[in-house]
């Protein structure tokens, strides 16, 4: 650089905006069974002809999830307040009435009443209308399963680039949540289209073409429900101090859970078995024959998120930033290990055994997977916007120090076992 190029330079520092770029915000909340999250998304548009970029994400989360507050719809919805003051906080004022805010709740507002998740529904529709922002029509609703599937189909096709061109190479999506679980992909032969039942099946349009999936929300088949399923535990009347034991639980343990807004006391087989064989038996009771197993899959290969990817990144199968390549049999491997171990690895969490047979059985028995199909597993469908993008470099230095202030306010958020 000679001089003569460097003399403007302080009168413009790097980081100022071009003057024409236009920002937007929008705010989305995703009301989850085990913990709410705010996703608050940073758009620019640089000119009027071409469409809005994805600039960058603030994202909190708080537990435990809106339907804890089954019958404290006021403290449920005080949940996603605090939350949204952040976006207050995030979003500057004068776009605070341009800015839309929504809430997906997803399988633990599903499991609930009709009567008590409206409930929790209205309080935060409340909420949202005190705020500053602008709440679209149906603004607040609990997503419907089959669309929660094609979401992450969607996100992890079109960021990955497959769907760009003619190419019709996708790649299948596993979610499992911690009340329900899907899968999503897109059948390549007309069998797998003859045998799924009718609501399996999704047609949508996007970029001219018409894409049909095959997708499914299995409600209960979370890995949290199945723990209760597993238990005995889901869908009965809990007696008062009622003990539910199970083979996958350490001998001695006996201990409370709350899950939905109800108490739970379990513990292992104090006399019984323990173990992976036994455990493996009693999880299989709550897979087997339940699920719908479409043939075309077993060949094929898959993305796996959630509880997916949580449980392989706590048992080191995975690297905990980048995810990794695994076969079904891994899975198994590592349950065996845990389960016929047990007190080496309960200090992590009493359910770690249950957690990996289930998540054995539901891959190989529930979906019907080879023992060498291979997952893609990763934290998240949505890679987070990488912050040495050019346009990063140009954010003001007020909306970076916002930022950094809340996420000093709350801190690094990991998902405990
Ligand atoms: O922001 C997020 N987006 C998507 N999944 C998340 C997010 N935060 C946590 N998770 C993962 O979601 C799983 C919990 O599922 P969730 O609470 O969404 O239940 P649900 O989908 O059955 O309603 C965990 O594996 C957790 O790591
Ligand atoms: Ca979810």
Not at 211 to 234: D, P
Not at 271 to 292: A, D, I, N, R, S
Request: proline share 5%.
């Amino acid at each position: 650089h000679s001089n003569r190029e460097m003399w403007f330079q302080d009168l413009f520092p790097p980081n100022t905006c071009p003057i024409n770029a236009k920002t937007f915000y929008g705010i989305m909340f995703d009301a989850g069974s085990t913990g709410t999250r705010i996703h608050i998304y940073t758009f620019v548009q640089k000119s009027p002809e071409i469409l809005p970029e994805l600039e960058g994400e603030i994202f909190e989360s708080v537990k435990p999830g809106l339907s804890a507050y089954a019958d404290q719809p006021k403290k449920g919805a005080e949940s996603v307040k605090r939350l949204l003051d952040m976006a207050v906080d995030a979003v500057p004022p004068h776009l605070w009435k341009k800015t839309p805010v929504v809430l997906k709740a997803t399988a633990g507002l599903r499991l609930l009443s009709e009567e008590k998740a409206q409930a929790l529904l209205s309080e935060v529709k409340k909420v949202f209308e005190e705020s500053p922002f602008l709440v679209p029509e149906d603004s607040v609703s609990i997503m419907d399963g089959s669309y929660e599937g094609i979401l992450a189909w969607i996100t992890v096709n079109f960021l990955t680039g497959q769907l760009s061109g003619q190419n019709q190479n996708t790649v299948g999506t596993l979610d499992l949540g911690g009340a329900s679980t899907q899968i999503t992909f897109l059948p390549r032969f007309e069998e797998t289209l003859k045998e799924s039942p009718g609501d399996f099946l999704t047609s949508f349009e996007m970029f001219n073409s018409t894409y049909k999936l095959y997708t499914h929300s299995y409600l209960g088949f979370g890995l949290k429900a199945a723990r209760l399923a597993t238990l005995g535990a889901l869908n009965t009347e809990v007696a008062d101090g009622q003990m539910f034991r199970s083979s996958c639980l350490p001998k001695q343990l006996e201990a409370e859970w709350h899950f939905g807004g109800v108490k739970y006391r379990y513990g292992g087989n104090k006399e019984g078995e323990t173990g992976f064989k036994p455990c493996y038996v009693e999880v299989l009771k709550v897979v087997k024959g339940k699920l719908h197993q479409p043939d075309e899959i077993r060949g094929s290969s898959f993305y796996a998120f959630s509880y997916y990817y949580d449980r392989a990144a706590d048992t080191n199968l995975i690297d905990y930033e980048q995810g990794g390549v695994l076969e079904v049999r891994d899975f198994e491997r590592k349950a065996k290990e845990v389960c016929d171990n047990m007190e080496r690895f309960s200090s992590a969490s009493p359910f770690l055994c249950m957690d990996l047979t289930y998540i054995t059985a539901l891959l190989k028995e529930g979906f019907g997977f080879r023992d060498n199909t291979l997952l893609q597993v990763r934290r998240s469908s949505i890679p987070k916007p990488a912050s040495h993008q050019p346009h990063n470099r140009c954010k003001s230095d007020t909306h970076k120090g916002r930022i950094d202030a809340i996420h000093k306010t709350f801190g690094v958020h990991s998902e405990k076992l």
